[in-house]
C-alpha cells in the first residue's frame, strides 16, 4: 500500500520544517515538559538518543525542527531530574495496542492494514469503557501511535501506582483472569452458563471472550485447542450474539469448553503489550512526531467515534506522492 512506505529524509524534513506545529504536540507534554524524559531515533536503527530534557516547548521545537529525527519519544514519567531519570515523581498508566500484535486479527496481513487497524481501534474502545465505567478512570486520552493506539491515563490515583497494580489493572481490562466466585467448580474455572446477569470483572470477561471468539479465523492459533475444536467453535459462535452460553457449551462438550474458555483468558493478556504498561520509566512515541517506517502522524485522537487515520494521521507529503 502507498500509504504506508517508509518516509525518506527528504520526507522528514518537509514534515518537520514545512508542515509540524509544536501545538500539535499534546498539552499534557507540553505542561510537563521540564519534567519529561525525551528520546530519539535519528537513524531508524532505535531510540539511541535518550536523556534529553527541553525546559519549554520552544527547545523542543527547535530541536525537532534541525534535527528532523526518524522517530521521537516521550517519557511517561514526571521526574525531578528527567536527564538522568532520577526523582521519579509519577507515571502516566499507559495501555499499548499495536495492530501487527494483536493475536485475534481476521485480516492475516503480515503487518498492519486497514483491517487490523480498524480491530486495534475497536479493542482500544472495549478498554476505555470498562476504563471509564469499572474503574471510574476520567483523565483519559487517545493517541493513535502510526500502527495502533496507545490509551494514556492521568487520574492522580493511578499516576502514583506501581507496576504490580498495574499489572492487575491489566489483567481486568483485558479479561485475562478467569473470574472466580461460587459458582466455580472443582477445577476453579469460572461456569459461563451461570451469569445471566453478569456485571463487574464477570461482564468485562464475559465481553472480551466474546470479542475474542467472534475474531477467531480457522488459523487462529489458540492453546491446547486443536484445529476440529476450533472449527466447533466457529460453527457454533453465532449462539453467543444471543449470549446463548450454555447452548454454546453443550454443543461444544463441557470439557472442551473449558479448554477454549482457559485458551481465549491467556490469549486475552496479549491484546495491550504488558510491558508497557508495568514499566514505569518507558518512553512512548511523542504525539504528533512522524511514524517514519510508515510514513504515519502520531496523533491525538480527539473525537473517537470519527477519527480515521486515514484521513487523520497522514501527512501533506504522502498524499502529495501520489500526484
Ligand atoms: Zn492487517
Redesign the pocket.
Known sequence: MEMFKPATLEERRIYYREEWDIKQVSDFISNSIENREFGFDHFGKGPNDRYKVFNTPDYLKRFLKSKTPFAAYCSVAFYEKPRRRKGWIKSELVFDVD??DIPI?T???????????R?AKEIVEGLIDTLKGDLGLKDIHLIYSGRGYHIRIFDADVMIMDSDVRSQILKYVVGADLPKDKYDDDNGIYNLEHFSIPFGYPWVFTQRVKYAINHLTVDSKLEDVNGKLLKDVLTNRNLLERNQWGLFKTNIGPVRYKKVIKAITSLNMSLVDAKVTIDLKRILRLPSSLHSKVSMRCTEVKNIDTFDPFEDAVPGFVWERNE
Open positions: 495492530a501487527k486479527r485480516c492475516g496481513c503480515d503487518d498492519v492494514c486497514e483491517i487490523c487497524l480491530e
